[in-house]
């Protein structure tokens, strides 16, 4: 085994040229490397004017599951003038970088002859407009999701061409709905027509990601002397710490020192979430089993993992993701709102009034998480802007109403101007079947990965531009 002592300060302009990440430099000590935000004082000037003039785009996709009240979701009026509903008003603070979308369908998520499983089908054809084979063995079958498509193209330019996260455990095999593979309801994201990107639910795990050496042998030593030695992992990179702080800006300073405190914090918070799951016994909560490693806390969950995509997307590791707030017909019990009852259970509400309120209680819950990750995006300049102006971020489900599980007219919204190529603060209401797949094709060509069509698609989506 190595010693303890740190690596010395590598040569970082070296490093970052040899990555070819623009702009990116890279902290190293044992195990460890850590992808720093832009520091524009490391930056040549004709790379400095180059971001300044077209900074990268993001886009990333938040799944709901088991529908939403759609009487709290729609806005009343179209245009400018909208209101949002009840179960949008935590996004109230940000209306005006939303753009609600009335009218899309995902006409695959529908049974075309199959029968029964609009579960499994809602998730399997949400990014991809495929209608899955239904199958419950080895031969699955769905589509290359929008996602992967453009993970495949510009993810070259990235660490991580793509991040897919989740906040429950599901199966990939088994039976799960009406003669369909539990991999169809548990995956929004498919690498190839038969490959879903498996998601990862541990946030101790998407940390140690980000933040280990690409060598197994060098990850593997560095956590088992962290455990030892109860250190941090920034511990293992205050050398080249240090060394950069001296060579950059009094800005560039600042920049490092908040961005290192904040993946600190997100440190010590992945750590306190451990400790409580080993204080319960890692029990069962909301009637599912919780691994190790995951917040007992949904809430600090959801946050978590919010707060590691925001550091991906700062730091340039990736510019494509997909988070499943929960998994696709989830009975998980909301107690933390006050909801003991389950939520696929819940929204075959059969009309009963109580049966509604509580569906928009969960609705709204999901919401809040999603407004705190815009408060985090929008909390960071970039440009002549924020990094929300140069993120495409939808959220929504692949079912409107759950009882009736209908697949057109999706409850759908989009966060972000795509680098000013969007036009948000409006309800764009489409006519009814139009294709969500136009939207995939819409938001391909703003992340600079187009197609001629995908899926369904009939060609792109009208209204969207600036």
């Known amino acids: 085994m190595r010693s303890g002592k740190v690596t010395p300060a590598m040569d970082l302009s070296r490093m970052n040229d040899r990555l070819n ?41 938040f799944f709901v599951p088991n529908g939403v009240h759609m009487q709290d979701w729609t806005p009343a009026t179209e245009g400018a003038d909208f209101q949002l509903p009840w179960t949008l008003q935590p996004l109230q603070p940000y209306k005006n970088e939303l753009t609600m979308m009335t009218g899309l369908t995902q006409d695959h998520g529908r049974a075309n002859g199959d029968g029964g499983g609009d579960h499994a089908r809602s998730a399997a054809s949400w990014l991809t407009g495929a209608q899955p084979l239904k199958s419950e063995g080895a031969d699955i079958r769905a589509g290359m999701s929008v996602d992967q498509h453009a993970a495949n193209v510009i993810g070259k330019a990235t660490r991580f061409p793509s991040l897919e996260l989740g906040l429950e455990p599901g199966r990939m095999g088994g039976k799960c709905d009406s003669g369909y593979a539990c991999a169809y309801q548990n995956n929004i994201s498919w690498r190839t027509d038969n490959t879903p990107a498996a998601r990862e639910i541990n946030p ?46 009094g800005n560039d300073r600042q920049k490092l020192d908040e961005y290192l405190t904040s993946v600190r914090e997100i440190e010590e918070r992945v750590a306190a979430a451990e400790r409580q ?15 190790e490693g995951v917040p007992e806390s949904y809430e600090e969950h959801a946050k978590l993992m919010l707060d590691m995509l925001v550091l991906a997307f700062q730091t ?29 259970e819940l929204s075959h509400h059969q009309g009963n009034p109580e049966n509604h309120r509580q569906i928009r209680e969960i609705n709204r819950f999901h919401v809040r998480q999603f407004a705190y990750l815009l408060n985090r995006l929008r909390s960071i300049p970039e440009g002549e802007g924020t990094m929300l102006d140069n993120c495409m971020l939808l959220y929504g489900g692949g079912l409107a109403d759950g009882n009736a599980h209908e697949h057109g007219n999706l409850p759908l919204l989009m966060a972000g101007r795509a680098g000013g190529t969007i036009l948000p603060g409006r309800h764009l209401r489409y ?17 600079g990965a187009p197609v001629g069509s995908f899926g369904d698609s009939t060609g792109g989506l009208r209204g969207l531009d600036a």
């Open 204 to 249: 101790r795990a998407v940390f140690e990601r980000f933040f280990s050496s690409a060598m197994p042998k060098d990850q593997g030593e560095s956590a088992q002397r962290r455990q030892i030695f109860r250190k941090s992992i920034l511990d293992f990179v205050l050398e080249d710490a240090g060394a950069l702080s001296r060579k950059v800006s």
């Open 277 to 291: 799951v080993s204080e319960a016994n890692k029990g069962l909560i909301a009637d599912y089993e919780i691994p």
């Open 431 to 447: 006519a009814a079947e139009t294709p969500m797949c136009n939207l995939f094709v819409s938001m391909l060509e703003r992340v």
């Open 316 to 344: 340039d590791s990736t510019r494509v993701a997909t988070l499943m707030l929960a998994n696709e017909g989830s009975n998980r019990a909301y107690r933390n709102i006050g909801i003991s009852r389950g939520h696929h």
């Open 21 to 61: 990440f623009s702009r990116r430099t890279f902290l190293r000590g044992l195990g460890t490397m850590i992808a720093l935000p832009a520091l524009e004082s490391l930056a040549p000037a004709r790379v400095l004017a180059a971001a300044a003039s077209k900074p990268a785009v993001r886009m990333a996709f």
